[in-house]
Every structure is written in structure tokens, then in C-alpha cells.
T-cell receptor
């Protein structure tokens, strides 16, 4: 079974600073995908970044980067130059080897950006 | 990009009534859609996998007779909460994967906030 663990219920970061949100995962499948989503108070789920288990390089998307350490089974999200609009819930999620399978989500981390 | 539309965005109903939530993929065909439920300050929990033209697959502990799922076309899946009770009050959100499965993300509807009084 797949499992995602996010150990930080809440995080604070100063505006313009970088912040790392932790995510560890557990799976017995050699092929899997890792995702990060942002959920603002409105409830929508916004896709941020993806990392495949066979990807050699860490994924980056604008201010978001994923620190993928396969041996440690961690996929931490790094947000650089934090903005007030980054305040939201952040969920790490995993997909199994089959492309059309659902995502399993972690419990999430609430990020608050302070001016 | 792939867009998923969910309707209604919020609904208040009386205990004992039924509520239907629609999930549409607007610019792609989705043979599979996923329904999640999210209680306040908690994570998204998968309720069921909706398959076009066949029966939905429900997760353990989810009552299939209470949460009726119909996936009659490649762009529409519906979730009907039958005989709703206050404990069914939650945020329901559907999702589907666009073309090129593999690394393509799940695209989510904006969710439906259900309040049962």
C-alpha cells in the first residue's frame, strides 16, 4: 500500500524567504509519481509540480522545486521567494505504477506567509 | 489545459433528501474520474473511482447505496448523496486525469460544499 507522510501541520515563513515543506512516502512499486498540490481557502486544488520515480533530475516549476531523494523516499517541496498569496494548504500526493490510478494524499501542511 | 467543472459549488439540504453533484471534463474525455471527500482541516480521502460505462469502484467503508455514482458519458460523472444526514456534510471534490496519463496530474473540480441540516 502507498502512504504519504507530511509531518508539519503548519509552517510560517517570512515574505520573500524560501521555505521547504516535507514529504516522505512509502511504496513497494518501483514506478510511481509524486505530486504537490496547493489548496487555498476557496477549496480548489491547484497542481504545482510532478516528479516521476525514474526522473534523474529534480523537478522545477517557476518558484517551486522538488527536492527528490529517492533513497530516503522523500519529496520535499521548496518554495522560493515566498509571497503572501502562497498562504494555503499544501498536499503531497502519490500515484501508483498504473497511469490511471487515483492519488493518495498526505495530511497536508498549512503554510502561512508573514509580511 | 485540462479543465474539470463541478456543480454546484455549494448546497444546503434538509436531512433525508438527496443531492446530486455533477463533474464534467470540459476539454478532454475522461474514462475514469475520482471522487474525494474532505472533512474540515483534513486531507482528501478517496471515496470511489468512477468508470465510464461500468460500475464504480468504492473504497472500503464507503456505502455504495448511499453515494450513487453514474458515469454515463466520457465527460460526465455524477455523485448522488441519497437520504443525506448531517454527518454527510463535507467538501466533495471530483477529479480526472487529462490525456497522456503517466505523469499528467489529476485535474480537480472546484469542489462542492455540502451542508445537511
Amino acid at each position: 500500500a502507498q502512504k504519504i507522510t507530511q509531518t508539519q501541520p503548519g509552517m510560517f515563513v517570512q515574505e520573500k524567504e524560501a521555505v521547504t515543506l516535507d514529504c516522505t512516502y512509502d511504496t513497494s512499486d518501483p514506478s510511481y509519481g509524486l505530486f504537490w498540490y496547493k489548496q487555498p481557502s476557496s477549496g480548489e486544488m491547484i497542481f504545482l509540480i510532478y516528479q516521476g520515480s525514474y526522473d534523474q533530475q529534480n523537478a522545477t516549476e517557476g518558484r517551486y522545486s522538488l527536492n527528490f531523494q529517492k533513497a530516503r523516499k522523500s519529496a520535499n517541496l521548496v518554495i522560493s521567494a515566498s509571497q503572501l498569496g502562497d498562504s494555503a494548504m499544501y498536499f503531497c500526493a502519490m500515484r501508483g505504477p498504473s497511469g490511471n490510478t487515483p492519488l493518495v494524499f498526505g495530511k497536508g501542511t498549512r503554510l502561512s506567509v508573514i509580511a | 489545459g485540462a479543465v474539470v467543472s463541478q456543480h454546484p459549488s455549494w448546497v444546503i439540504c434538509k436531512s433525508g433528501t438527496s443531492v446530486k453533484i455533477e463533474c464534467r471534463s470540459l476539454d478532454f474525455q475522461a474514462t475514469t474520474m475520482f471522487w474525494y471527500r474532505q472533512f474540515p482541516k483534513q486531507s482528501l480521502m478517496l471515496m470511489a473511482t468512477s468508470n465510464e460505462g461500468s460500475k464504480a469502484t468504492y473504497e472500503q467503508g464507503v456505502e455504495k447505496d448511499k453515494f450513487l455514482i453514474n458515469h454515463a458519458s466520457l465527460t460526465l460523472s455524477t455523485l448522488t448523496v441519497t437520504s443525506a444526514h448531517p454527518e454527510d456534510s463535507s467538501f466533495y471534490i471530483c477529479s480526472a486525469r487529462g490525456t497522456g496519463v503517466g505523469n499528467s496530474p489529476l485535474h480537480f473540480g472546484n469542489g462542492t460544499r455540502l451542508t445537511v441540516t
